[in-house]
């Protein structure tokens, strides 16, 4: 860092990657380092919007002295959208459990059959109605309920198990529904729940009613 601050004043994506290089360290995170002493960042919306991304460095403690220059505020619109929306599908949590079925990961397993219960819980009016769609303003509690114990349970397993069988797959469910969660902790009044119940398997969605006023 003493560096790049002593001989560089723009500090770009070649710059970074030149002293990353010369110094065998991470990049992204040499940026963010650096970004502490610029004057000026430019990003894209998410890192300043996005829940699940935005930089912290800049946002754990309020500072009067930063502003906001935001360039195609228009676009902001739709992108934030996308960025408090958040799906969860039942097929990710069934393809594990298929996959651990010859394995010892018991208490592992049971976590992934109490989401799947409340999946199917949730299926249950849909079948009963025989309704593909639907669109809620509650948060499913129950089901929010199980897919934090199931968080709660991985945060520990995935430390006592480094070297795991099907890591791809149980990182895909992990990360699905930690993100699901991330979101849920947002819902209010500005949120709707979607279901989409399609060739037996149920897909819910968590998103903001945005609206813009004229």
């Known amino acids: ?5 002593e ?17 065998t360290i991470d990049p992204f995170e040499f940026s963010l380092d ?10 894209d919306y ?8 935005y930089l912290q460095r800049f946002f754990s403690s309020q500072d009067q002295g930063n502003f906001f220059l935001i360039d195609e505020a228009h676009n902001l619109v739709n992108r934030a959208r996308e960025m ?11 393809n594990l459990v298929d996959l651990l079925k010859d394995t010892t990961f018991t ?3 049971k976590q992934l059959n109490k989401v799947i219960s409340q999946f199917t819980s949730v299926k249950e009016p849909m079948l009963e109605y025989q309704q593909e769609e639907l669109l809620l303003d509650e948060k499913l509690p129950s089901l929010t309920k199980s897919l934090q114990k199931f968080i709660d349970y991985m945060l520990i397993w995935l430390k006592k198990h480094q070297g795991y069988n099907h890591k791809d797959e149980i990182m895909e469910t ?6 699901f969660l991330k979101i849920s902790d947002f819902y209010d009044a500005t949120f709707r729940t979607g279901l989409l119940y399609k060739r037996g ?5 968590f998103f903001a009613s945005i609206r813009v006023h004229s």
């Open 174 to 179: 992990f990360f699905q529904a930690y993100t």
């Open 84 to 94: 408090y929306t958040a799906t969860v599908t039942e097929k990710v949590f069934e």
């Open 34 to 43: 650096i970004s502490l002493f610029c004057d000026l960042v430019i990003c």
């Open 7 to 23: 001989h560089e004043s723009l500090m770009d994506k070649e710059v970074i990657r030149q002293y990353a290089q010369k110094y």
């Open 1 to 5: 860092m003493k560096d790049i601050l």
């Open 201 to 205: 398997v149920v897909r819910l969605k």
């Open 107 to 109: 208490g592992l397993k």
């Open 46 to 53: 998410n890192y300043l919007f996005d829940p699940r991304v």
